[in-house]
Each structure stands twice: as structure tokens, then as C-alpha cells.
């Protein structure tokens, strides 16, 4: 019996096999889960066909998260094929180009805000709307991904800056969710060739900064796994008092200097 048997999760940000979401969704369904995946514009039909290949084929939802009426229609469809909620992994992000790789002074708010809202502020937008099939389940775990926002990175620019707003946001949430008995924490992933990673101008900074310097090692094609079963253990109840929490999936890169 795995560690999230019989629970029901709903997992976004699924769009290749390289996604990060992909490998939590795999790990998860190995683990006893049952999964429901999201997608929205161009990217659902990527979502709906790279569905098929995880171990059970899962029912794929539309989900623009600034959108409030599919938001709601998400969660009407999370009520009806599951009545309650146990875990959701966030791994949303999105920045106009203007905020990646030209520095912090040129992009105009409304890319910031657009940056803001979607990797950031739809944190609470999920938290929020999907509270009250948590509360029927009597709790549960969200889990977001992260990139460290403790320093700043060459060309991650505003992104940086949304990653850290998600930090604190997930802190926040952690506060006020604890109550409800829902855990809140992130995973703080060392980089990963991802389609979110190629759209990094200077993404090739992060593979040879990481390369001999995290201690434990660091292989940016094949140590999606290693995140996946780190989101995995939180989403189940093997950390029942751990919320607001950073936790960082990275070989260790976080923890040394030159």
C-alpha cells in the first residue's frame, strides 16, 4: 500500500513528460493516489495527450486561474467526481517576456502584474476556492513549487521576484489555513529542463552554477524524480505538522557558497 492510497489529488501545471507536475503525478498514482489533472488554452490538448501517458489515464480539467468562472467550474467538477479534496500541487507560473532577462528596471506593470497574479497570487486563488472540499476531507496538504528566491538570479528578473511573493504567500496561507487542518509548504527545486526552464534567457547560468557545486550532486535532465517524491511525502500524512515550510530539492546547492 503506498503512501497516498486512496487519496484524491488535483495536480496543475502538467504540459509535457519533462514537467516537473508530470513526474509528481506519475510518483503520486504510484503511491495509491487518484488524480485529476488541469489545463487551460493552447496547452490543454498538450495536457490531454501527455495524460495518457502516466500510469492510469486521469480526466483532464480546465483551468485558466484567472479566470473565476472556470475556476468555478473546476471546482463543481472536483465536487462531483471526487466530494472532497486531499492534496493539490500548485506549479503555475507564467512571465511576458519583458520580465526575463532584460534586468528589473524595463517591464511595465501590467506584464508585472500579469507575472504577479498567475505564479503567485493564483496560490491563494486555488487555497481559497478549493477550501471547502478540503474541509470535507477533514484537511489536507497543498503543495506548491518553488525556485529559491533568497538571492537574485541572472535573467529571472521579475519571476524572481514572483517566486518570492509565492514564499511569503505560502506563509501566509499556512497561517490561516492551519485551522482547517490544511498544510500549505513548497519544494524549492534546483533547476530542471523544463519548457518553463527554455523560456529563462540565460538558462544555461543555472546548469553551471549547479554543476560541482551542489554537494549531493545535480543532473538537470533525469533529478525530476528526486522533486516529485519530495512533493509526494508532503502531500501525504507523513508530515502531519509541517506547514509553511521551504523545503529544498536541489542537492544541496542552497547550502554552500563558492
Known sequence: MGILEGRKLLVTGVLTEESLAFSVASRAQQEGAEVLLTGFGRGLSLTTRVARKLPVTPEVLELD??????VA???????????????????????????????????????????????????????????????????????????????????????????AALESLARYLARDLGPHKVRVNLVAAGPIRTVAAKSIPEFS?????????????????????????????????????????????????????A
Open 65 to 70: 486561474v484567472t479566470d473565476a468562472a472556470q
Open 73 to 163: 467550474t473546476a471546482v463543481e467538477a472536483v465536487t462531483t467526481r471526487f466530494g472532497r479534496l486531499d492534496g493539490l500541487l500548485h506549479s503555475i507560473g507564467f512571465a511576458p517576456a519583458s520580465c526575463l532577462g532584460h534586468g528589473i528596471l524595463h517591464a511595465p506593470w501590467s506584464d508585472v502584474a500579469t507575472a504577479l497574479e498567475i505564479s503567485a497570487y493564483s496560490l491563494k486563488t486555488l487555497a481559497a476556492a478549493f477550501l471547502p472540499l478540503f474541509d470535507a476531507a477533514g484537511g489536507g496538504s497543498i503543495v506548491g513549487l518553488d525556485f529559491d528566491a533568497a538571492v537574485a538570479w541572472p535573467g529571472y528578473d521579475w519571476m524572481g521576484v514572483a517566486k
Open 205 to 257: 547560468v543555472f546548469e553551471e552554477a549547479w554543476d560541482g557545486r551542489a554537494p549531493l550532486g545535480w543532473d538537470v535532465s533525469a533529478d525530476s524524480d528526486a522533486v516529485a517524491r519530495a512533493c509526494v511525502a508532503l502531500l501525504s500524512d507523513w508530515f502531519p505538522r509541517t506547514t509553511g515550510e521551504i523545503v529544498h530539492v536541489d542537492g544541496g546547492f542552497h547550502a554552500v557558497g
